[in-house]
T-cell receptor, first 113, second 112 residues
Framework: TQLLEQSPQFLSIQEGENLTVYCNSS?????LQWYRQEPGEGPVLLVT???GGEVKKLKRLTFQFGDARKDSSLHITAAQPGDTGLYLC?????????????WGAGTKLIIKP | DAGITQSPRYKITETGRQVTLMCHQTWSHSYMFWYRQDLGHGLRLIYYSAAADITDKGEVPDGYVVSRSKTENFPLTLESATRSQTSVYFCASSTLGAGGYTFGSGTRLTVV
């Protein structure tokens, strides 16, 4: 069974602080995607990383794919209330000749003004 | 408008009833997916489709039926709803299975 563990499950911090969310597995993924989900809405894709060691930046968000493509991190600098949401990572694998996503359980992030 | 549309947004049904959740996408994406999202379980794949007339089971298919006669539509039917099927259901699409997924806004289904 493929597992993708996210940590922490819940994080509540003050505006302006930095934070890092982790996504770990014992499996190797062909890609790793990060999504943000707001209450009452579906997840929205933030970024896809495909190369081991790859780093992508999206304004104050920095995403990194582990060298071995088994883990990933999301770092937010100077968090703002608008960053509040559920952050989901999803790892891509090939199974039964089909590409599938393995989902983490999510990190609920609350940024307090 | 372009996008992926789910209907209804909210549905309350009785145990044993058949209910169909609709999903329509305007991008002609090949892949479409149905997920359910529950506290403590995250997103779980129910069924997916790689193209019209091609569907396959996901992680939790029991009690659900799908069809895909047209590329743009992927309805999900609960043949005889049970309380355990109370959940938020999301439809998603992707150009290729390896691409990022685009999700609908979800259907919150309550089975009483």
């Amino acid at each position: 069974t493929q597992l993708l563990e996210q940590s922490p499950q819940f994080l509540s911090i003050q505006e302006g602080e930095n934070l890092t969310v982790y996504c770990n597995s014992s499996s190797v993924f062909s890609s790793l995607q990060w999504y943000r989900q707001e209450p009452g809405e579906g997840p929205v894709l933030l970024v896809t990383v495909v190369t081991g060691g790859e780093v992508k930046k999206l304004k104050r968000l920095t995403f990194q794919f582990g060298d071995a493509r088994k883990d990933s991190s999301l770092h937010i600098t100077a968090a703002q209330p608008g960053d509040t949401g559920l952050y989901l990572c999803a790892g891509g694998i090939i199974a039964d000749s089909n590409y599938q996503l393995i989902w983490g359980a999510g990190t609920k992030l609350i940024i307090k003004p | 408008d372009a996008g992926i549309t789910q209907s209804p947004r909210y549905k309350i049904t009785e145990t044993g009833r058949q209910v169909t959740l609709m999903c329509h996408q305007t991008w002609s994406h090949s892949y479409m997916f149905w997920y359910r999202q529950d506290l403590g379980h995250g997103l779980r794949l129910i069924y997916y489709s790689a193209a019209a007339d091609i569907t396959d089971k996901g992680e939790v298919p029991d009690g659900y039926v799908v069809s895909r006669s047209k590329t743009e539509n992927f309805p999900l039917t609960l043949e005889s709803a049970t309380r355990s099927q109370t959940s938020v259901y999301f439809c998603a699409s992707s150009t290729l299975g390896a691409g990022g997924y685009t999700f609908g806004s979800g259907t919150r289904l309550t089975v009483v």
